[in-house]
């Protein structure tokens, strides 16, 4: 498990930054983000340091995005009977600000598209 000492999502993943958490296993570490756009607004991050969706999807049978989704879905569902969604901000016109991977997982409310 590879984690880079100078980002703020690794920080979370080793417990030196205390989050809100809802989720932890081998794989994910699901926390409230600090700056909710929802009434459940929680952020779902791979235990390893990868800046990119495209760093988890480069060889067949890599089925590391897919826990991150799996996790996602699962927290969805507890946060969002009647629904919820899922964004993932890649790079600079996606709107990343934090270069560790990360899915959010937006619930209780009904949401708008398209999105601004
Ligand atoms: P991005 O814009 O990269 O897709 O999302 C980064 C998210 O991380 C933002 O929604 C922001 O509010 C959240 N965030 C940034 N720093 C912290 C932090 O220290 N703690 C928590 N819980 N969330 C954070
Ligand atoms: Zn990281």
């Known amino acids: 498990m590879a984690l880079d000492p100078n980002c703020l999502f690794c920080k979370i993943v080793s417990r030196e ?11 994910v570490v699901a926390f409230h983000d600090r700056n909710p756009q929802a009434p459940t607004h929680v952020l779902v991050v791979p235990t390893e340091h990868a800046a990119h969706l495209s760093d988890f999807t480069r060889s ?4 590391r995005a897919a ?5 996602a879905s699962e ?3 507890r946060f969002g009977p009647d629904g919820y969604r899922v964004v993932i ?3 600079n ?7 560790h991977l990360h ?3 937006l619930a209780g409310r009904r949401m708008n598209w398209p999105p601004g």
């Open 60 to 63: 067949a049978g890599d089925d």
């Open 103 to 105: 899915a959010h997982v």
């Open 75 to 77: 927290l969805g569902r």
């Open 17 to 27: 930054i205390p989050a809100d958490e809802v989720l932890r296993d081998d794989h």
């Open 89 to 91: 901000n890649e790079g």
């Open 67 to 71: 826990r991150l989704l799996a996790a």
């Open 93 to 99: 016109d996606g709107g990343q600000t934090v270069h």
